[in-house]
């Protein structure tokens, strides 16, 4: 078990620019979360993968965001036509589908648009 | 919609002293899951504590506990012998149980917890 990796850890872009991020859960997670974090506040819902199925997605997730998750396994996150406000840490969870199913958290992906 | 607040931005404790957190939320289910994060600087969030709304038992892990108070919509962290280690910011979290069952946590706005020697 090597835990929730992300990549990449730091991305700095010029506004406009597409960006791609990586996630890879835990092996046996069925659940896949993204979250965003901006400076000094708490996470928050982006988006929700049950193994390969995107189950819901929040307001926050505009159309320039795209998420998928192909054969259930890792997981995409992209952002198109970046604006300055979409500078935040972006943070992947996984979990297991049971009653209480404890996220295991990534490093996340800072994101600093220029 | 479910919000979770927490109004302390930041904390202070002495090292060996004990510290409280404090988490309120709102909510109109009855069942639901709270939790603790830690994120350390430049590091992962991992959970401190869970506690299940049904059980009427405070949840104790170490020196981690908490003081939930279902009626009053209140769920606060006592850390109690303080280490320098547990300097972090510390996010309070809500998980309902009944609406989809998306298991998406709503976290606090955090509260960073500085550790004096």
């Known amino acids: 078990d090597t835990g929730v990796s992300q990549d990449p850890r730091h991305k700095i872009t010029k506004r406009g620019q597409n960006v791609t991020f990586r996630c890879d859960p835990i092996?046996?997670?069925?659940?896949l979360y993204w979250y965003r974090q901006t400076l000094g506040q708490g996470p928050e819902f982006l988006t929700y993968?049950?193994?390969?199925?995107?189950?819901?997605k929040s307001r926050l997730l505009s159309d320039r965001f795209s998420a998928e998750r192909p054969k259930g396994s890792f997981s995409t996150l992209e952002i198109q036509r970046t604006e300055q406000g979409d500078s935040a840490m972006y943070l992947c969870?996984?979990?297991?589908?049971?009653?209480?199913?404890?996220?295991?958290f990534g490093p996340g992906t800072r994101l600093t648009v220029l | 919609a479910q919000t979770v607040t927490q109004s302390q931005p930041e904390m202070s404790v002495q090292e060996a002293e004990t510290v409280t957190l404090s988490c309120t939320y709102d909510?109109?289910?009855?069942?639901?899951?709270l939790f603790w994060y830690k994120q350390p600087p430049s590091r992962q969030m991992i959970l401190v504590i869970r506690?299940?709304?049904?059980?009427?038992q405070n949840a104790t892990e170490n020196r981690f506990s908490v003081n939930f108070q279902k009626a009053a919509k209140s769920f606060s962290l006592k850390i109690s012998d303080s280490q320098l280690g547990d300097a972090a910011m510390y996010f309070c979290?809500?998980?309902?149980?009944?609406?989809?069952?998306?298991?998406?946590?709503?976290f606090g706005q955090g509260t960073t917890l500085q550790v004096k020697p």
């Open positions: 506690q299940e709304a049904y059980k009427q």
């Open positions: 993968f049950q193994n390969e199925a995107q189950l819901e």
């Open positions: 909510t109109s289910e009855s069942d639901y899951y």
């Open positions: 969870a996984s979990s297991l589908f049971i009653p209480y199913n404890e996220q295991f």
């Open positions: 092996s046996e997670h069925n659940r």
């Open positions: 979290a809500y998980r309902s149980l009944t609406s989809s069952n998306t298991g998406k946590l709503i």
